[in-house]
């Protein structure tokens, strides 16, 4: 998919700097992103396992999903070291879990019906996902938090276009 390597050719790290001394301490803040912090552990976990199932039957959806997975590894650092910079401990106390998204045979290559379905799952987590940063957003007066809430907003977006102009295809 010719959208696809334009996606690859950016797979450059993006502007990271530590909010550590650039944000006012506020503990009901970074109590509140502790949601924002298991939801990004959640997205790797269903992003990783998402493109284990797309492997065989859609090849480059898989990688598409893999890649996006490596970008919710850094979110997950960056909300994790936003709530140290706000006062909170980013400790996560909860299981991860990600619903099956097959039955019995969805796994046969030849017969696989995958794709879509991942497609509509992961648009949605995409949905959620900027609804709660947006959510988030609206919570702070901080500058600085609301500029970092921002960027993860617009990758979030970019995440969904992606998959959109993906799934366009199995229209």
């Known amino acids: 998919m010719q959208q696809d390597r334009f996606y690859e050719s950016q797979d450059i790290p993006s502007f990271h700097p530590?909010?550590?001394?650039?944000?006012?301490?506020?503990?009901?803040?970074?109590?509140?992103?502790?949601?924002?912090?298991?939801?990004?552990?959640?997205a790797i976990a269903a992003a990783s396992y998402r493109a284990m199932l797309c492997a065989a039957c859609d090849r480059e959806l898989?990688?598409?999903?893999?890649?996006?997975?490596?970008?919710?590894?850094?979110?997950?650092?960056?909300?994790?070291?936003?709530?140290?910079?706000?006062?909170?401990n980013p400790c996560v106390r909860m299981q991860?879990?990600?619903d099956p998204l097959t039955r019995t045979g969805d796994l046969d290559p030849d017969r696989c019906h995958l794709p879509k379905t991942v497609l509509c799952?992961?648009?949605?987590?995409?949905?959620?996902?900027?609804?709660?940063?947006?959510?988030?957003?609206?919570?702070?007066?901080?500058?600085?938090?609301?500029?970092?809430?921002?960027?993860?907003i617009d990758e979030e977006q970019r995440h969904a276009e992606r998959l959109r102009e993906y799934a366009r295809q199995y229209e």
Request: proline fraction near 1%.
């Open 121 to 152: 799952v992961a648009l949605a987590d995409k949905k959620r996902s900027v609804d709660r940063y947006q959510t988030m957003l609206g919570r702070t007066q901080d500058r600085v938090v609301r500029s970092f809430l921002s960027q993860m």
């Open 62 to 88: 898989s990688e598409l999903l893999h890649r996006q997975m490596r970008d919710e590894i850094r979110h997950f650092r960056f909300v994790g070291e936003l709530i140290l910079s706000l006062g909170g």
């Open 96 to 98: 991860i879990r990600v």
């Open 18 to 42: 530590t909010p550590d001394g650039c944000v006012t301490r506020d503990l009901r803040l970074a109590r509140a992103m502790q949601e924002l912090y298991v939801d990004e552990l959640t």
